[in-house]
């Protein structure tokens, strides 16, 4: 099994910036994608971002595209999501989740962590 635990969600100013933290732990072995999701009050469950485990490949939803920007650290066991120009339109739950392989399904992805709560005030 995978663990999944996010951090460094908070409250921010329009145009501001916030970095999360996605640390895993357990079985991580058969995890090649690791994804960023979120959810905002009355809406689904959304993708934001993708990173390939040993290829480093990111992928993006276009409406965090040149905003914002995953990476990881091998090391460490650890995904991050670098938010730059944040707007209220961000303000939701963020999760991290790992999968398989390259998906912006949310089905596709197997372990979800808790989330962290981000919230953009105007």
């Known amino acids: 099994q995978v663990q999944l635990v996010e951090s460094g969600g908070g409250l921010v100013q329009a145009g501001g910036s916030l970095r999360l933290s996605c640390a895993a732990s357990?079985?991580?072995?058969?995890?090649?994608?690791m994804g960023w999701f979120r959810q905002a009050p009355g809406k689904e469950r959304e993708f934001v971002a993708g990173?390939?485990?040993?290829?480093?490949?990111?992928f993006y939803a276009d409406s965090v595209k040149g905003r914002f920007t995953i990476s990881r650290d091998n090391a460490e066991n650890t995904v991050y999501l670098q938010m730059n120009s944040l707007n209220p339109e961000d303000t939701a739950v963020y999760y991290c989740?790992?999968?398989?392989?390259?998906?912006?399904?949310?089905?596709?992805?197997?372990?979800w962590g808790q989330g962290t709560q981000v919230t953009v005030s105007s």
């Open positions: 990173i390939s485990w040993p290829y480093r490949g990111t």
């Open positions: 989740a790992a999968a398989a392989s390259p998906s912006r399904s949310r089905g596709s992805y197997d372990f």
């Open positions: 357990g079985r991580t072995s058969s995890s090649y994608v």
